[in-house]
């Protein structure tokens, strides 16, 4: 029986939050960056998310690992890799084989237009090179609002602003944050997000650890406010339930009822659709899955 939850999102006080489909899952149970969940994601519009590592040829495929013994039944460095060798491997979870960047271009043009990828670069901008920026705008350039490219390497980002200027941009400076925090307090992380969002990258969206967010507002600083007064949305990550199948407990309930009264624009889980059912058990106001017009 199909379920009434969908995992796109939950609205909630005026507010809508999406969830977004990490790894490219709905469940624990999904295989690792299936091609069919994709597909799936893509049908329903939902926001979803995947990584990608740069091949020999310039290429991407669609995996964490620097290393195809990491993922899949091959071996060696994947920038190192033919498309060719890579197609013949599978997943050692779920064993289907690796999506390549060529394929992600093909569905992309099935996508609804509420559809969002993200596109978590795993390299950095020197490994990715010019023939990289070059796969990505012969392939991808004109996909517009489809797709948000994130990564640790900000160099790499303003590469994609200079010359894939309709994409959406993310940064994640949680780790950065977390030792200010530790060593400055809240003035110098409150500093240094400010100066990061007005930086080079100039970022559609802001990637923090949910737990970074909750402590901070508890010691008196609204990370996700001071976001949204720049303009810039919000993803938390990555809230996943203990058990999917019971829902919230306890700790659980209060720390994302927490989560969602600072109205991040997008929560990260594993879990979309048990998070959107066990957050309607406990917020019976809360409306869910349909997307508001405007929301994205």
């Known amino acids: 029986m199909a379920s009434e939850f969908s995992g796109l999102g939950i609205a909630y006080q005026g507010h809508f939050t999406r969830l977004k489909w990490h790894r490219l899952r709905r469940s624990f149970k999904d295989p690792l960056f299936s091609a069919g969940v994709m597909a799936e994601g893509f049908r329903l519009g939902a926001s979803s998310e995947l990584d990608l590592r740069v091949r020999t040829d310039g290429g991407f495929v669609v995996l964490h690992d620097e290393e195809l013994e990491g993922e899949t039944t091959g071996h060696g460095l994947i920038r190192e890799a033919l498309p060719?060798?890579?197609?013949?491997?599978?997943?050692?979870?779920?064993?289907?084989?690796?999506?390549?960047?060529?394929?992600?271009?093909?569905?992309?043009?099935?996508?609804?237009?509420?559809?969002?990828?993200?596109?978590?670069?795993?390299?950095?901008?020197?490994?990715?090179?010019?023939?990289?920026?070059?796969?990505?705008?012969g392939y991808f350039a004109g996909a517009g609002s489809s797709i948000i490219i994130s990564g640790a390497d900000l160099d790499l980002i303003v590469?994609?602003?200079?010359?894939?200027?309709?994409?959406?941009?993310?940064?994640?400076?949680?780790?950065?944050?977390?030792?200010?925090?530790?060593?400055?307090?809240?003035?110098?992380?409150?500093?240094?997000?400010?100066?990061?969002?007005?930086?080079?990258?100039?970022?559609?969206?802001?990637?923090?650890?949910?737990?970074?967010?909750?402590?901070?507002?508890?010691?008196?600083?609204?990370?996700?406010?001071?976001?949204?007064?720049?303009?810039?949305?919000?993803?938390?990550?990555?809230?996943?339930?203990?058990?999917?199948?019971?829902?919230?407990?306890?700790?659980?309930?209060?720390?994302?009822?927490?989560?969602?009264?600072l109205k991040p624009d997008q929560i990260t889980t594993d879990e979309p659709i048990a998070t959107e059912r066990a957050w309607a058990r406990i917020a019976p106001e809360a409306s869910q899955s349909s997307m508001p017009n405007g929301s994205r």
């Not at 013949?88 to 779920?94: H, S």
């Not at 093909?106 to 978590?120: G, Y």
């Open 84 to 137: 060719e060798t890579i197609r013949g491997l599978t997943l050692l979870e779920g064993g289907h084989p690796p999506i390549l960047s060529e394929d992600l271009a093909t569905m992309l043009r099935t996508a609804h237009p509420d559809a969002l990828l993200q596109f978590d670069m795993k390299d950095e901008f020197a490994a990715v090179g010019s023939r990289g920026m070059d796969h990505l705008s």
């Open 159 to 261: 590469a994609v602003k200079n010359r894939l200027p309709d994409l959406k941009r993310g940064i994640d400076p949680t780790n950065k944050l977390v030792d200010i925090y530790r060593d400055q307090g809240l003035k110098g992380v409150e500093t240094d997000l400010r100066a990061d969002i007005a930086g080079p990258t100039e970022p559609d969206t802001i990637y923090l650890a949910w737990q970074l967010v909750l402590q901070a507002a508890k010691d008196g600083l609204d990370l996700i406010g001071l976001c949204h007064d720049a303009g810039r949305l919000v993803d938390a990550w990555t809230f996943n339930l203990r058990s999917p199948d019971a829902g919230f407990d306890e700790a659980e309930a209060r720390q994302f009822a927490a989560l969602m009264a």
